[in-house]
């Protein structure tokens, strides 16, 4: 499973991105599928993610109501829409995949399968 995360860039406060998780060699759509952020000298922090349809989507408290996990099953991407970003949303983020039905974000070694990562910068 070969993932590539993309989007990142630098945006002003209150703005948006969003960052793409793109699979290969794989069917995204059988594969729990998370975002995580590291911003410098911080820990790796679960964001979102979303499994099985039936299954609900999750998201840290810091970004609810900001940010949305989707994802495309033809284009085998998954999406993270940022919106209202805030300085504190800077980070390097990184999408990770496990061959599971459902997803949590409390465990980065939950997930096998991790994208090289596209930094967000959140700056005036």
């Known amino acids: 499973v070969q993932l590539q995360a993309s989007g990142g860039g630098l945006v002003q406060p209150g703005g948006s991105l969003r960052l793409s998780c793109a699979a290969s060699?794989?069917?995204?759509?059988?594969?729990?599928v998370a975002w995580f952020r590291q911003a410098p000298g911080k820990e790796r922090e679960g964001v979102s993610c979303l499994s099985d349809p039936d299954r609900p989507t999750y998201y840290a408290e810091s970004v609810k109501g900001r940010f949305t996990i989707s994802r495309d099953n033809a284009k085998d991407t998954v999406y993270l829409q940022m919106d209202n970003l805030k300085p504190e949303d800077a980070a390097m983020y990184y999408c990770?995949?496990?061959?599971?039905?459902?997803?949590?974000?409390?465990?980065?070694?939950?997930?096998?399968?991790w994208g090289q990562g596209t930094l967000v910068t959140v700056s005036s």
């Open positions: 060699g794989v069917r995204l759509s059988d594969y729990s």
């Open positions: 990770a995949a496990a061959w599971t039905t459902h997803c949590v974000i409390s465990s980065a070694s939950y997930y096998d399968h």
